[in-house]
């Protein structure tokens, strides 16, 4: 992408500390703060549906044990999403990707989806959670201020996407940097690379813009962190502390 339509700041997972993550109220929390875009995670539920969960399992936030994915949708819309992060948010629902489609949409905020797949479901997931967020976003009837970034940890997902939907800018997520990963990106098609801030140095930068690519980090909290990455040049910042950082503004000691 030429152009790149995102702003530096991006909410992870809403506000997924001052709220449950991966839900409506963690995305009102981060908007609140004065965000314009947010990353969240999408896998599938057994009959299909894209919806929000970090984890593969259901019990650290929610009530219930197992496997997500297992469960239908008609039943993974009623657990409570939220009462584990305190008594303000029960009852709070896992949304739907459509349900954050619809706020965002008619918000003019930009969406990050990472597609975080049942492990073995991989490319379906792909595939689906790319589909339906092409369907969306070509369905709103608001002009959307960018296209959703697809991101993932697993090149099996990015390419289910790319076979699902080619047109939706993708990123190839790292929390190393495995040999071959510059070869898979650029395989991939991918538009940016998103790694853990660590990881990221000058030379990195060089890499990834003299390749025409875009250079992103996760999860950074640390305002010395955010100022040297911002000195190299970086191209998006998702972070927890939305109430620390002003995405306005231009970080201080």
């Known amino acids: 992408?030429?152009?790149?339509?995102?702003?530096?700041?991006?909410?992870?997972?809403?506000?997924?500390?001052?709220?449950?993550?991966?839900?409506?109220?963690?995305?009102?929390?981060?908007?609140?703060?004065?965000?314009?875009?947010?990353?969240?995670?999408?896998?599938?539920?057994?009959?299909?549906?894209?919806?929000?969960?970090?984890?593969?399992?259901?019990?650290?936030?929610?009530?219930?044990?197992?496997?997500?994915?297992?469960?239908?949708?008609?039943?993974?819309?009623?657990?409570?999403?939220?009462?584990?992060?305190?008594?303000?948010?029960?009852?709070?629902?896992?949304?739907?990707?459509?349900?954050?489609?619809?706020?965002?949409?008619?918000?003019?905020?930009?969406?990050?989806?990472?597609?975080?797949?049942?492990?073995?479901?991989?490319?379906?997931?792909?595939?689906?959670?790319?589909?339906?967020?092409?369907?969306?976003?070509?369905?709103?009837?608001?002009?959307p201020a960018a296209p959703p970034l697809l991101s993932s940890f697993s090149p099996e997902a990015l390419q289910g996407a790319m076979e699902s939907a080619p047109e939706l800018p993708r990123a190839l997520l790292l929390d190393t940097l495995w040999s071959g990963w510059f070869d898979t990106a650029r395989t991939l098609g991918v538009a940016a690379c998103v790694t853990h801030h660590e990881l990221m140095d000058a030379a990195l930068i060089a890499q990834l813009h003299g390749a025409g690519l875009r250079a992103l980090v996760y999860t950074v909290n640390d305002p010395a962190e955010a100022l040297r990455l911002q000195a190299l040049g970086i191209d998006g910042i998702i972070t927890d502390a939305v109430d620390r950082f002003s995405p306005g503004e231009s970080v201080r000691d």
């Open 1 to 143: 992408m030429q152009d790149w339509p995102y702003p530096l700041w991006i909410a992870h997972r809403g506000a997924g500390k001052l709220a449950p993550e991966n839900t409506l109220a963690a995305f009102r929390v981060g908007a609140s703060h004065g965000y314009r875009a947010f990353e969240c995670d999408v896998k599938l539920s057994a009959d299909g549906i894209p919806f929000l969960l970090h984890d593969a399992t259901l019990q650290r936030t929610t009530p219930e044990q197992g496997t997500a994915g297992d469960r239908l949708w008609s039943e993974l819309s009623r657990i409570d999403a939220g009462g584990w992060h305190g008594r303000a948010f029960a009852g709070e629902p896992l949304p739907s990707l459509e349900t954050i489609a619809a706020y965002v949409l008619r918000n003019g905020f930009a969406l990050n989806i990472e597609i975080k797949p049942t492990p073995g479901h991989e490319p379906e997931t792909g595939r689906v959670v790319a589909r339906e967020a092409a369907r969306l976003w070509a369905e709103s009837r608001a002009a």
